[in-house]
Each structure stands twice: as C-alpha cells, then as structure tokens.
C-alpha cells in the first residue's frame, strides 16, 4: 500500500470520520444521555426570559359613573450610574480625558432634565447619579430616583434626554429606565373615604372597599415567555402570552354629590356642637341602597398616612352603641305588628316605676300622672310608657322581632370591620326588655339602625343594606352579585302605624315647624343615649351619643337620614335634627320626589281624659 | 403480438461517458448547486430581514400605542380630577353659587310644577360651600354679585323659574321623568 495510494487516502479518511464521529457521539451521549434535563433546562433559562403583565385593578365609581378610585400607569424611575458615567460608551474606546468630561458633566446634564419633569432640585438627583459604585464596591447599576411617576411624563423625560448633546457632541442621554408601577389614584380624596378605602404601598387594598374587594378587584396577573439573544427578541420563536385579567370595576350605590353636601354639612355640625364624632347615613328605604354614609373625622385616601389611625376606618359600622330614644320605633313596631297596641292606646304614665333593682324615669321628670295615648308617648318620648307598653309583650317574642330587625348579627354590608353589636337572648330579664323598649341594654351600628329604621317604615320590608350597585369584569360584562335577601318583618297595617306616630314627632303638637320641611310629610324621632364609660364600665352622665332618625314622604317614604352625633350634654333633637332635615331636604327633590299635594296639620291625639 | 415483439426497441449497453449532452458536466452541477443554495440563502436572508424589519416596526408601533395609551390615561385623570363633585362645588362656590334645598320640580311631559321656589342666602346648608372659596367670596359677592343681587332680588325666582323650564326643555327627551332644578338663587 502506497502512501498515495487510493485505499490507504480512503482508509485514512475514514479513520478520521469514525474518530470524530465518535467524539461527537460521544458529547451527544453526555448532553442527552447523562444529565439531559439538567442541560436543556439551562439552554432554555439562558434564552427564555419571562415578563410579568400586571392586571389592572378595577376602579371604584360612584351611581353616577363619578370616578372614586382609579388605577393610573405610573413607573419607578430608575438611574445606572455606572452606564451614566460613560453615558453609555465603552470605555475602552475613550481617551481618559472624554471619560473624565463625561463622568463630570452627564450626571449635571441628567439632572437638569429630571428638575425639569420630575421637580425638586439638581442636588436631589446629583447624589444617586455620580453613585457609581455601591457600598460594598461593586458595580452600581440601580438607584431609584422617584417613584410614583405619570406615564406620560416619564416619556416626555425620555424624550427630552434623547435631545441633550453630550459633550462628546453625539445626541442622547443614557442611563435612565423605568419599571412599571402603577398608582391608585383617587381624584376625590377625602370624598367618600371612609366607604372607598384605600390601597398600601404594594397596592393592596387596605381600608374600605378596596379591602374588602381586593380580590375581584386586583384581577390576575398574565405573563409573557420569549426567547431572545443578544440582539433582542428572536422572532418566531417560541412565545408564550398569557394576558392579565384585569379586575372587576365596582359602582357603589354612593351618590357622590349628596355625600359631598353630608360630609360638608356633618363636619360643620360636628364643629359646631364640640361632638368627638358623628356620622350620617341617607338610604333608598324600598331598596336598602346606601346613598351617602359620611362620617367625621375622615381621611384623604391619597394620602391615609398622614390621619389618625383611629379615623382610618368607618365609625357609622365599626362601632357599636346603644341607639336610645330611636329605638322606642322598634318597640311600639313590635307592639303594632302583634296587635297589642296601636297609636290611640291609652298608657297611664306615672312619675316612676320600679324596674329590676331600680326605678326608670322620664328624662323630662314629672311628678304628677300622665294621661298619654301610644302617639302620646313617642311624642314625649316617655321611657315609662314605653317600658309599661312593651311589658304586654313577652321577652322571646320581642326578641324575636328585634333579631328580624337586624340586630345582634352583622348587616352584611360590603365594608370591612362592621361591628355585630349585641342582642340580649331569648331569656332575658324583664328589666332588661324595659331597658330595651327605650334603647339600652341593646348596642347597633349605624348601618344596623338605618337598616332596621328603613324596614319598619317601608311598609314592613327588612332589605339587607348594600353600597354596591353593580360590578363589570375587564370586558364590560356584567358580574352578578350575591342576592340581597329581604324579609317581611311587621305587617303593612303595622308600618302604616309606625309612620303615624313618627309623623306625630315633627308635625304633632306645637312648635316643630323647624323640624319640618315645607311641601312635605315627613315622620322623625330624636335619640339621647348615656354612653358607657370604657375605663369605668359606667355610664357617663355627660357623653351622649345623640340621634336622629327623619323619613319621607311620610304617606309613602322614599328616604331616611339617620344621624348620629358622639356630644357632651346636648340632645338629638338639638344636635342631630338640623342634619338629618337639611340633607332630606336636599336628597327629596334630587331623587324627584315631589312635593305632597297639601300638607295637613296633625291633630291627632297626644293625650286623653282619664 | 408477432408484430409487437418486431417493433421492441432494442436494449443496448448504456456507457457513462460524461458527455452525453443530456448531464451536466462536474463543474456545472456544483455551480447549479451553489447558485440553488445562493438563491436559497438569499431568500432566507430576505425573509429574515423583512421580518426582522417588520418586528422593530411592530415594536415601534406597539411602543407608539403604549405612549399614546399613557398620555390618554394622564389626560383622563385630569378629567377625573375635575370632574369631581370636591371640584365642581369649589368651581361653583367661586363662581357664587349656593345649595338650592327649594327647587322648583316641573312633571314632564305636562309641565306641571310643583314647590315654590325661593331665592337662597346661603346658610340653608352651613359647611357646604367649601371654606376656602367662602372666605375668597365676599370680595367677589360686594363688588360684582353682592350688589346687583340686591337689586334684582324681586324678579330672581322669575329668573330661576324660567331656568327651570330652560333646563326641561334641553332634558325633556324622557316622557314622565321628573326633573328637579338645583339651580342655586
């Protein structure tokens, strides 16, 4: 065999192929075989890079589209001061006197542009920018400048550093990027507050609706996979999206320009009469919708950190007191619906009676004996004549009712904390009932109390309250919500009853003219309830939690305002009355209820000849 | 099939001699097959690039959409922020403007009214009108509003009368609804 020979070139190059062959058997073996998953897993974490789609969080509206709550798109603006130094050149290629002019100027000539788009000073942003390491001494690529930036202005920032010369001449400002960041905005700010709520630093939901909802209102979020190289995305390859779904967009039932008027008029109110507190609550009694719920004070939900904790949430639910006079309502409600009373029954009310270990008293006191019909003792509002009125009925019973009511269990409003206030059982004390027949003993929030004052007055109806009017999902359809339940809890005869003796307190006897609203028949009672001293567990014979509750039309009631003032010696229906008619006053003809035809002057009996 | 068998082409030894005009000589069949993977590189660069092209392009255009999205969404939140009840009550608190709590109701569609309108003097519903512009408004009132005011008191439900039915007449479209007008006095 030659060496130049055919066979032995051939014989040689097929050596040669096998060998490699071999090799490369070999290395497909140790890739494949060996630790394949380990191998193709890291080629695909090397190439496929996945990126969040963030789901934008539904807003919050008022009934009237009004926006309470919204998401804006907003970033972090972020700094490489490491890239900035060289403005992005490499910095093999500058001589060292560019890279010293470049280290020298670009930070001043970034920091020019931010003043200009993001405000403050060059010397808030000149510290972050020439960071060109960290305190460890690494590299620094990540300085966050601000945060909660516009969208929009963001690009117009990168806009404008596009058009700065750098002092080598060449156009473009480098080193300055973004991360998405988006803000809950509320345009309205203190409007509502107390209802809507507000989100954490993380966007979250933390207060209000926006905690209770978080869920349906954060959405879900999507992603996106791709793989790319060196030069950026690689196109037709493998590309996975998934899209975010947004969240559910919420109407309230709120109306923000009565809530506007309720909030201005309660904190005016509430100045004026030194209350601690105070809330108010107009409802739609044929629905149980929540048109206003404004309470002081309150909070501007941009910016929740700057008020006190304690006003962070919403008094009108998540505290619990005893309702007082207002509830002498319930009492003569239950009465009525039983047959065991109704406004014309006569009540012999003395100076005194025995209850339990002591004695109940008018807080008008009189010595002598009244002769009063049941209108008569609402009117006066006699702790006496309810306690000896409510005595016909038994305690189960009148439990019964005052559970139908909805006290004792939470309302179910769609607002986190609500307090369930406390019923006394089935077995209670007779002097716990006559405690109870003039609204002690018993605690409610003021979303319970509007609830259960709307049900008695409607014509006999219990609606769950609510402040949620619709939802709609990302694409506009709508999502149902969880069926409100609404029971019969006293007859219509009954309610009928209830609205006549309520008519009696603002229209009866003489005087209430200023209770009143001309061109309509309304019906109210007034509530002065002792509060109980937290420290003591006493009452306080000088804090008073004073109500007022006023419904109308009273022939066919459209609207109740309740409200509650947190005062020192000074009565409902001084301190709580003006609100409660100035907002009916207001909220009537907003909801187009007319005027009645006439007003008749209520003569009807007060008190009789024994 | 006598005749057949006579007419069969006779076979005859086929001698591969490289130039028989019907194959292409060595030389040519490489260049065919350089020109075909030519052609064929060409295209696959071609298309690349053009899509290659064609994604900056679409990245470019999505970007555009992103910006334009991010503007709309800052001229939107201005349009929240005034359109707020706390804006249009300062608005309207500096413009004079009060709560109306005595409307004038007119039924439609048989322009029944209902109430008696009265001019309002601002106190019906004390804190309503933003403190801030209360305490700007008085100059404003006893120069231009306060005076003239005073002067057309008597013909001012007139006035807001027929504003009233102006009002109806532009939301009439809705048979039976009832409009109610707030107009402040």
């Given amino acids: 065999m030659r060496l130049g020979s055919t066979t032995f070139r051939l014989r040689a190059s097929m050596i040669v192929l096998v060998l490699i062959l071999c090799l490369l058997a070999g290395r497909a073996f140790q890739l494949q075989g060996l630790d394949s998953a380990a191998n193709a897993q890291a080629a695909a974490e090397k190439m496929t890079h996945t990126r969040t789609i963030k789901a934008t969080r539904g807003s919050i509206l008022d009934r009237n589209g009004e926006v309470l709550a919204t998401t804006q798109p907003a970033v972090k603006v972020i700094a490489d001061p490491a890239s900035i130094s060289v403005n992005g050149y490499n910095a093999d290629n500058l001589t060292d006197q560019q890279a010293a002019d470049l280290a020298d100027r670009t930070p001043h000539q970034i920091a020019e542009v931010l003043v200009n788009f993001l405000g403050g000073a060059t010397t808030d942003y000149l510290p972050a920018l020439k960071r060109t390491t960290t305190g460890d001494g690494s590299v620094n690529q990540y300085e966050v400048l601000k945060e909660d930036v516009v969208a929009d202005t963001y690009e117009q920032l990168r806009q404008a550093l596009d058009e700065v010369t750098d002092v080598l001449g060449n156009k473009g400002l480098y080193g300055i990027t973004s991360e998405d960041d988006p803000i809950r905005v509320y345009p309205s700010g203190t409007l509502a507050s107390n209802i809507v709520g507000f989100v954490n630093s993380e966007g979250t939901g933390a207060g209000g609706f926006e905690y209770y909802a978080d869920e349906q209102l954060a959405g879900t979020d999507g992603y996106e996979q791709y793989e790319s190289g060196q030069y950026g995305r690689i196109p037709l390859a493998d590309n996975t999206l998934k899209d975010a779904t947004d969240g559910t967009t919420y109407t309230l039932t709120i109306d923000s320009e009565l809530q506007y008027s309720a909030q201005q008029l309660i904190a005016s109110e509430a100045a004026k009469y030194n209350a601690l507190s105070a809330s108010t609550v107009i409802m739609n009694v044929k629905t149980g919708e929540i048109l206003t719920l404004a309470t002081t004070p309150g909070y501007d939900a941009n910016d929740p950190g700057a008020a006190d904790p304690d006003d962070l949430g919403n008094r009108a639910i998540s505290e619990a007191y005893e309702p007082g006079s207002v509830a002498k309502v319930f009492t003569n409600a239950a009465l009525f619906d039983q047959g065991l009373a109704d406004p014309d029954t006569k009540v012999e009310v003395p100076a005194s009676i025995a209850s339990g270990d002591g004695q109940i008293r008018d807080s008008n006191r009189h010595a002598d004996t009244k002769y009063y019909t049941a209108r008569g003792v609402f009117y006066h509002s006699s702790n006496i004549g309810s306690a000896l009125l409510l005595r016909q009925m038994d305690t189960a019973t009148y439990q019964q009712y005052m559970t139908d009511f909805g006290f004792g269990s939470a309302s179910g409003i769609e607002l986190p904390g609500e307090a369930e206030g406390y019923l006394p059982d089935a077995t209670m004390a007779d002097y716990t009932q006559d405690n109870m027949a003039f609204g002690q003993g018993f605690s409610t929030n003021v979303v319970q109390m509007a609830a259960a004052l709307a049900s008695v007055t409607n014509g006999g109806v219990y609606h769950r309250p609510t402040v949620v009017a619709s939802a709609t999902d990302a694409t506009g359809a709508a999502v149902s919500l969880p069926e409100r339940t609404s029971r019969r809890v006293i007859s219509e005869q009954a309610s009928a009853e209830v609205r006549d003796i309520m008519e009696a307190v603002t229209a009866g006897g003489t005087g209430q003219e200023n209770r009143m609203i001309s061109g309509y028949r309304m019906g109210g009672k007034s509530g002065t309830a002792q509060m109980i001293d937290q420290e003591t567990g006493q009452y306080d014979a000088h804090r008073y939690m004073s109500s007022y509750v006023t419904v109308a039309p009273i022939e066919d009631p459209q609207i109740l305002v309740y409200t509650v003032l947190e005062v020192q010696d000074q009565y409902g229906g001084t301190v709580a009355m003006p609100t409660s008619r100035m907002l009916m006053s207001m909220a009537l003809p907003r909801y187009g209820v007319l005027p009645s035809a006439e007003v008749p002057i209520d003569t009807e009996p007060l008190e009789y000849e024994p | ?185």
Avoid at chain 2, 40 to 63: N, P
Avoid at chain 2, 64 to 91: C, D, F, I, K, P
Avoid at chain 2, 100 to 114: A, E, F, K, R, V
């Fill in chain 2, 1 to 185: 099939m006598a005749q057949h068998r006579s007419r069969r082409v006779r076979l005859r030894v086929f001698t591969p001699d490289g130039h028989g005009g019907r194959r292409l000589t060595n030389g040519a069949f490489v260049l065919l097959l350089i020109g075909l993977l030519g052609i064929g590189l060409g295209l696959v660069l071609v298309l690349s690039t053009q899509i290659q092209q064609q994604q900056a392009e679409l990245e470019e255009l999505q970007d555009q959409a992103e910006q334009a999205s991010y503007h709309e969404a800052a001229l939107q939140g201005e349009v929240n922020e005034l359109s707020t009840t706390n804006s249009l009550a300062r608005m309207a608190a500096a413009l004079g403007m009060v709560p109306n709590t005595n409307p004038l109701i007119i039924q439609m569609p048989d322009g029944t009214s209902h109430g008696t309108p009265a001019a309002m003097d601002g106190t019906e519903m004390p804190g309503v009108v933003p403190a801030e512009s209360a305490a700007a408004n008085p100059s404003a009132n006893s120069s231009s509003a306060g005076q003239p005011a005073e002067a057309a008191e008597p013909p001012l439900p007139d006035e807001q009368d027929q504003a009233g039915q102006g009002d109806d007449e532009a939301q009439g479209t809705d048979p039976g609804a009832v409009q109610s007008s707030q107009a402040g006095g």
